[in-house]
Antibody
Framework: QITLKESGPTLVTPTQTLTLACTFS??????????VGWIRQPPGKALEWLAL???????RYSPSLKSRLTITKDTSKNQVVLEMTNMDPLDTATYYC????????????WGQGTMVTVSA | QSVLTQPPSVSGAPGQRVTISCTGS?????????VHWYQQLPGRAPKVLIY???NRPSGVPDRFSGSKSGTSASLAITGLQAEDEADYYC????????????FGGGTKLTVL
């Protein structure tokens, strides 16, 4: 059974860097094709894809946020980390991580999400 | 403004059939990339409802079906039930710019 869980601060101040971790079980990020993505959802708004990392360390980023995002993986810890720099109140959202079996597949298992508020 | 366009809301009475459209372009759906649909119940994480245009994961009732044609895709729900009231999102890949995963703006389904 695949599970993912997001963790990180619930409150960050503007201009700070946000660091979120996605700890997973039930699969390995060294298995061919597998990827873990980050998706966020501001309160009352739509889902927005942020970043993806694949088993071979291929990294993909949202073009509109690429300059602010860094995604990394620690296969031994079963963890994927997302960093977002220069946080703004508009980045207030629930952040989800999700599993995909291979490029182009659906995000078939999602974490429960973690709410991050950006405020002074 | 989402790359994939969905109606903000749809509604139907119990037992009825509703469809939700997802309109894209030649750089995403029209380029042949698969479309996936997610259901998000209030306060919950999204869950995959349809994958690869028209496939249901195990456990998803056959009341839900997906289709794709040209630059658009659709989700159909028959025999509406109160528990279907949720937000629905389509998702695909867009090859413009550097290429990215894209979601639709979401559709709120209200069961009257």
């Amino acid at each position: 059974q695949i599970t993912l869980k997001e963790s990180g601060p619930t409150l960050v101040t503007p201009t700070q860097t946000l660091t979120l971790a996605c700890t997973f079980s039930g699969f390995s990020l060294s298995t061919s094709g597998v990827g873990v993505g980050w998706i966020r959802q501001p309160p009352g708004k739509a889902l927005e894809w942020l970043a993806l990392i694949y088993w071979d360390d291929d990294k993909r980023y949202s073009p509109s946020l690429k300059s602010r995002l860094t995604i990394t993986k620690d296969t031994s810890k079963n963890q994927v980390v997302l960093e977002m720099t220069n946080m703004d109140p508009l980045d207030t959202a629930t952040y989800y991580c999700a599993h995909r079996r291979k490029w182009g597949d659906a995000f078939d298992v999602w974490g429960q999400g973690t709410m991050v508020t950006v405020s002074a | 403004q989402s790359v994939l366009t969905q109606p903000p809301s749809v509604s139907g009475a119990p037992g009825q059939r509703v469809t939700i459209s997802c309109t894209g372009s030649s750089s995403n759906i029209g380029a042949g990339y698969d479309v996936h649909w997610y259901q998000q119940l209030p306060g919950r994480a999204p869950k995959v409802l349809i994958y690869d245009n028209d496939n249901r994961p195990s456990g998803v009732p056959d009341r839900f079906s997906g289709s794709k044609s040209g630059t658009s895709a659709s989700l159909a729900i028959t025999g509406l039930q109160a528990e279907d009231e949720a937000d629905y999102y389509c998702q695909s890949y867009d090859s413009s710019l550097s290429g990215s995963e894209v979601f639709g703006g979401g559709t709120k389904l209200t069961v009257l």
